[in-house]
């Protein structure tokens, strides 16, 4: 049966860019998988003309326009390229005049999901994640997945989704959306824990053993439930110490997609995204979503 909807299902952010047709596939394959509509959005930032001094155009100039339609008009052709023998979503486009990120972020109100890819079209493109993506990442109110586009990188569709897991709300949040994606492709599901962020040195008075004991009681309690629901999903328990992204970084090398929590217990209250969901979104070669905590 098709999920219950929001207004724009999966939402794929599009800029023209090669990252941009990568988020498409992706999205397109995600939206047929969940029989989920699909928006294809194109925010335009508003001109300021030249005089008088800081006024904005009311309405989009024909030229951005024209522009903005050449964006829209590549990433349909991406999706339709991308769907294979897939029955094809229900397919919607939009064009906003708005700041972009204020425009997303509103946007990702009413999806499922937001698809966009690592990198704009920026100068700094292969260096950092774009501004676009990074502000998503932080402040969106559905699951972000970011996409990277690099020849080649197409995930196995029998490789597993890879579960980070650190017993937080964010953390659970993350558990339930891996455990459907990977029922869904029907793959395995690796749910991966670190049991110490500290370094891997003795810490005065710290007994190891009970820290990895720890781990493993978090990685029971976290996955049973989910087990019970979703019993055609086989899941590998890895428990490994210190240095969470990079145990992450390393086993994402034999998934098809990763799954991670906004921030967890090693992030500030204040803070919307950990250091980790970070570095894992920026390095990892395949789709990584992220989930912010309901």
Request: hydrophobic residues 45%.
């Amino acid at each position: 049966m098709p999920e219950t909807t929001a207004k724009f299902g999966i939402l794929v952010c599009v800029d023209g860019s090669a990252a941009s047709d990568a988020a498409v596939a992706w999205g397109t394959r995600e939206a047929a998988m969940r029989r989920l509509p699909i928006t294809l959005m194109h925010a335009v930032a508003p001109v300021i003309a030249g005089w008088p001094a800081g006024e904005l155009y009311a309405d989009m100039p024909e030229w951005q326009l024209d522009d903005a339609q050449h964006v829209i008009d590549r990433a349909r052709k991406t999706l339709s390229a991308s769907l294979g023998d897939s029955e094809p979503p229900e397919i919607h486009t939009e064009i906003v005049y708005s700041v972009v990120m204020r425009a997303l972020i509103d946007a990702s109100k009413d999806a499922r999901m937001i698809v966009v890819g690592s990198q704009g079209l920026g100068a700094l493109a292969r260096l950092l994640l774009g501004s676009v993506t990074t502000g998503l990442l932080h402040h969106a109110h559905c699951p972000v997945a970011v996409v990277h586009s690099e020849e080649g990188a197409t995930p196995d569709p029998d490789a597993p989704v890879l579960l980070g897991i650190d017993g937080s709300p964010a953390s659970e949040a993350a558990t339930a959306l891996a455990f459907d994606e990977a029922s869904r492709r029907k793959v395995q599901l690796l749910a991966l824990h670190v049991w110490s962020d500290v370094g891997v040195f003795p810490v005065l008075g710290m007994d190891w053993r009970d820290r990895e004991r720890e781990g493993r009681e978090i990685l029971a309690e976290r996955l049973a439930g989910w087990q019970e629901q979703y019993p055609d999903v086989h899941v590998q328990r890895l428990l490994f110490c210190d240095k969470p992204s990079q145990w992450l970084l390393k086993e994402s090398e034999r998934a098809q997609l990763v799954v991670l929590g906004s921030h967890g217990r090693g992030g500030f209250p204040g803070m919307l995204l950990g250091s980790v969901s970070s570095a894992v979104a920026q390095a990892a070669r395949v789709p990584v979503v992220v989930v912010r905590a309901r």
